[in-house]
């Protein structure tokens, strides 16, 4: 009777092996097919259920030009996820009582930084991380010059008609500021402290920094010239050594560019979300605490989409996958198009990236983004 139990669970999980061969096979036909339709120069996906990462896989080129194909491994600027490290980083520092959210970002930065129409409103992190100080990215965001008052004529274009706190706009400008508020509060050069604290204690291949990564590693990112169906490829490794060598701790954070400039690969990057669906830890890595978690996933203000809402650099959607409201955040660069987002409740989640298509968009999320990720759930959660 022993043997006989024994045969049956050793065929059951047979079974369940084979199904699992079975639907990852279907869903890398679905995926070439949507990479096809999409005309993507690349494809790089993982899924996460039960705890641990059940898929990964890569479509197409990293290198287009010499016909490269793209490996598990290699890295991707993933533009505007990158906000999640920042923010991470940032409620580390809370956690630890170096700073506060409702801290007044001019006395954090060292220079005014005040909305002129409401010039008795401080700006603080808080909003910041949210969204909602009224700072814009009309004047530009990758250098301080352009908010600071001494050194811009132009710096009040970096602000919106409405008070400090009252309203959501997406901006850039405000994430490279907590990048600088990171080194000014930490004493750590940006791209180190996200590495020291973050990247390393979850032991995954990725930097802000080009100069600390493999360049062969590197994904390359294109658009799609589509009046004679070429792709241009962007400048988006360039060398910082120039940079580095005239850096001002607290005012040059912007070079790493806190706002979007990691480069990490789909099935790391699946790992770093792990620790947001976990709570902040994985295995016995602590990363946060469970209350910085909620915060960063919580529902802080509407976003210029319907249904969608704002925490702190984590939003929820119901826009990425019918019937289903998702947490997390998507990126969106030079031609590149990233996607983190998982179910808060369920447990499992998808991070999609692609480094080049033809950008069709017909609801929030490029065509491409909702496909792949219909189709991952399909095959390895429904």
Same mark, same amino acid.
């Given at each position: 009777?022993?043997?006989?139990?024994?045969?049956?669970?050793?065929?059951?999980?047979?079974?369940?092996?084979?199904?699992?061969?079975?639907?990852?096979?279907?869903? +890398?036909?679905?995926?070439?097919?949507?990479?096809?339709?999409?005309?993507?120069?690349?494809?790089?996906? @993982?899924?996460?259920?039960?705890?641990?990462?059940?898929?990964?896989?890569?479509?197409?080129?990293?290198?287009?030009?010499?016909?490269?194909?793209?490996?598990?491994?290699?890295?991707?600027?993933?533009?505007?996820?990158?906000?999640?490290?920042?923010?991470?980083?940032?409620?580390?520092?809370?956690?630890?009582?170096?700073?506060? %959210?409702? @801290?007044?970002?001019? +006395?954090?930065?060292?220079?005014?930084?005040?909305?002129?129409?409401?010039?008795?409103?401080?700006?603080?992190?808080?909003?910041?991380?949210?969204?909602?100080?009224?700072?814009?990215?009309?004047?530009?965001?990758?250098?301080?010059?352009?908010?600071?008052?001494?050194?811009?004529?132009?710096?009040?274009?970096?602000?919106?008609?409405?008070?400090?706190?009252?309203?959501?706009?997406?901006?850039? =400008?405000?994430?490279?500021?907590?990048?600088?508020?990171?080194?000014?509060?930490?004493?750590?050069?940006?791209?180190?402290?996200?590495?020291?604290?973050?990247? @390393?204690?979850?032991?995954?291949?990725?930097?802000?920094?080009?100069?600390?990564?493999?360049?062969?590693?590197?994904?390359?990112?294109?658009?799609?010239?589509?009046?004679?169906?070429?792709?241009?490829?962007?400048?988006?490794?360039?060398?910082?050594?120039?940079? =580095?060598?005239?850096?001002?701790?607290?005012?040059?954070?912007?070079?790493?560019?806190?706002?979007?400039?990691?480069?990490?690969?789909?099935?790391?990057?699946?790992?770093?979300?792990?620790?947001?669906?976990?709570?902040?830890?994985?295995?016995?890595?602590?990363?946060?605490?469970?209350?910085?978690?909620?915060?960063?996933?919580?529902?802080?203000?509407?976003?210029?989409? +319907?249904?969608?809402?704002?925490?702190? @650099?984590? =939003?929820?959607?119901?826009?990425?996958?019918?019937?289903?409201? %998702?947490?997390?955040?998507?990126? =969106?660069?030079?031609?590149?198009?990233?996607?983190?987002?998982?179910?808060?409740?369920?447990?499992?989640?998808?991070?999609?990236?692609?480094?080049?298509?033809?950008?069709?968009?017909?609801?929030?999320?490029?065509?491409? %983004?909702?496909?792949?990720?219909?189709?991952?759930?399909?095959?390895?959660?429904?």
């Amino acid at each position: 009777m022993k043997k006989f139990v024994k045969t049956l669970l050793g065929c059951a999980a047979m079974m369940l092996a084979v199904a699992c061969t079975s639907r990852a096979g279907i869903a +890398e036909a679905e995926l070439s097919q949507i990479v096809e339709k999409n005309e993507a120069v690349g494809l790089a996906v @993982a899924v996460v259920k039960d705890g641990g990462i059940v898929y990964t896989n890569t479509f197409g080129y990293k290198d287009w030009e010499n016909k490269v194909l793209w490996e598990d491994g290699d890295v991707l600027r993933i533009a505007s996820i990158s906000k999640s490290f920042t923010a991470t980083s940032v409620l580390q520092l809370v956690e630890a009582g170096r700073l506060s %959210l409702d @801290a007044d970002v001019s +006395e954090l930065m060292g220079f005014v930084i005040r909305n002129p129409k409401f010039p008795d409103t401080p700006i603080t992190v808080r909003m910041l991380l949210s969204h909602t100080s009224s700072m814009s990215d009309a004047n530009g965001y990758f250098t301080f010059d352009n908010l600071n008052r001494e050194t811009s004529p132009t710096w009040e274009k970096a602000w919106n008609d409405w008070e400090p706190g009252s309203k959501y706009q997406y901006c850039n =400008l405000g994430f490279n500021t907590l990048g600088a508020i990171v080194e000014k509060v930490s004493g750590e050069r940006f791209d180190e402290y996200v590495h020291n604290h973050v990247l @390393a204690p979850l032991g995954v291949y990725a930097n802000h920094n080009v100069h600390f990564l493999d360049s062969t590693r590197f994904v390359g990112i294109y658009t799609l010239d589509k009046a004679n169906s070429t792709y241009r490829k962007s400048d988006a490794y360039p060398s910082i050594e120039e940079g =580095l060598a005239n850096y001002r701790m607290g005012y040059s954070a912007t070079l790493f560019s806190p706002t979007g400039g990691l480069k990490i690969s789909a099935a790391d990057l699946a790992k770093v979300m792990m620790m947001h669906m976990n709570m902040g830890t994985i295995g016995n890595v602590k990363i946060l605490s469970p209350q910085s978690c909620e915060l960063m996933q919580s529902e802080i203000t509407t976003t210029n989409y +319907e249904g969608e809402r704002y925490g702190m @650099a984590l =939003l929820r959607t119901n826009d990425l996958l019918a019937g289903h409201r %998702l947490v997390g955040h998507d990126g =969106l660069a030079l031609g590149a198009h990233t996607a983190m987002f998982w179910d808060k409740d369920e447990k499992w989640g998808f991070v999609v990236m692609t480094n080049g298509c033809n950008a069709k968009t017909d609801k929030v999320f490029a065509n491409i %983004l909702c496909e792949s990720v219909e189709c991952l759930y399909r095959n390895f959660i429904e």
